[in-house]
Nanobody
């Protein structure tokens, strides 16, 4: 079983950048598909970026070209680089892990795919 801890959230002006980190423990991240999902209070969790076990990446249209997922295997850490942030990017961001292989963007950008979650980190974009 893997444990996940997110960090790096904060308050940023629109147009700015943030990098979120997700540190995994218990098992290596290479055994998992990893996703970044976000949630606004009262709304469903929305996955915006994912990376599968074969290193394919998947991006929601809302973040394509602005958000980028990467990983550092020795540090057992997955990152989410967020650029050109918009007010609508404000949410709690969660890192998720799934110990298997699925097919296609719709699978990896579905929150119900992920079996393990961190506690989340708040990102607030101001005008």
């Amino acid at each position: 079983q893997v444990q996940l801890v997110e960090s790096g959230g904060g308050l940023v002006q629109a147009g700015g950048s943030l990098r979120l980190s997700c540190v995994a423990s218990g098992r290596t991240i290479t055994k998992y598909a990893m996703g970044w999902c976000r949630q606004v209070s009262g709304k469903e969790r929305e996955c915006v970026v994912a990376r599968d076990r074969l290193n394919n990446t998947y991006y929601a249209d809302s973040v394509k070209g602005r958000f980028f997922i990467s990983r550092d295997v020795p540090k057992n850490t997955v990152y989410l680089q967020m650029n050109s942030l918009k007010l609508e990017d404000t949410a709690v961001y969660y890192c998720g892990a799934f110990p298997g292989q699925l097919y296609g963007l719709n699978s990896y950008l579905a929150a119900e795919t992920y079996d393990y979650w961190g506690q989340g980190t708040q990102v607030t974009v101001s005008s």
